[in-house]
């Protein structure tokens, strides 16, 4: 159980409630979303949210939480699938690329609610992306790269461009997020040939 949540109940309401945040955070960003909101999408008294969070930035962990655990399970999956470091990459950046654009909310809040938006929770925040961020990071220290390459920025701006898709990607659009990753693994690749 997470630091944010409480002991549940026989007739715990939790998974509507972090579904309905992590929406509500995606639709209306994080400040403009309040407790209130929360607990009528839900179907709840005010009160009764506060049962399993104290703070509205304990929701927010929460939702981060479980968009971390829901992008990470898909980049293990698909990367315990190949042995090659480009291979294991480009299937990193696919999966985190359809977990981002398909997966929905909760993927969402933790792209676009910045720790610094939200003081009070930043150092919780930033270390569920950190250690998210550590398997790129791993996936990256293993490529065949000349020895000069800065391997922060190569992660970093991979990450970036896959993160920035969602605010161009067209569901029918002509490129998949599939399409669209292993073409950025393509280009990365390409660049580190002489």
């Not at 549940?8 to 972090?18: E, F, G, I, M, T």
């Not at 992008?71 to 985190?96: D, N, S, Y």
């Not at 610094?116 to 220290?141: H, K, N, Q, S, T």
């Not at 970036?160 to 659009?173: A, I, M, T």
Request: glycine content about 4%.
């Amino acid at each position: 159980m997470s630091e944010t949540q409480r002991l549940p109940r026989s007739d715990n309401r939790l998974k509507l409630v972090l579904d309905e945040a992590a929406r509500l955070f995606r639709e209306k960003g994080y400040a403009a979303t309040s407790m209130r909101d929360i607990a009528a999408a839900a179907g709840m008294l005010p009160g009764s949210l506060y049962y399993h969070f104290t703070a509205k930035e304990d929701l927010l962990v929460a939702v981060y939480e479980e968009g971390v655990r829901l992008i990470t399970e898909k980049v293990q999956a698909a990367v315990a699938r190949h042995e090659r470091p480009w291979e294991r990459l480009e299937a990193a950046a696919v999966a985190h690329l359809e977990a981002l654009l398909k997966t929905g909310d909760y993927a969402l809040v933790v792209i676009r609610v910045l720790p610094r938006d939200v003081p009070g929770a930043a150092a919780r925040l930033l270390r569920l992306r950190d250690r998210y961020e550590r398997l790129f990071a791993e996936l990256v220290a293993a490529l065949p790269l000349p020895a000069e390459t800065d391997r922060d920025a190569l992660r970093l701006m991979l990450l970036g461009s896959l993160n920035w898709s969602q605010h161009w990607f067209r569901e029918d659009g002509r490129a998949t997020p599939r399409a669209i990753a292993r073409s950025y693994i393509r280009l990365l690749r390409e660049a580190q040939k002489p």
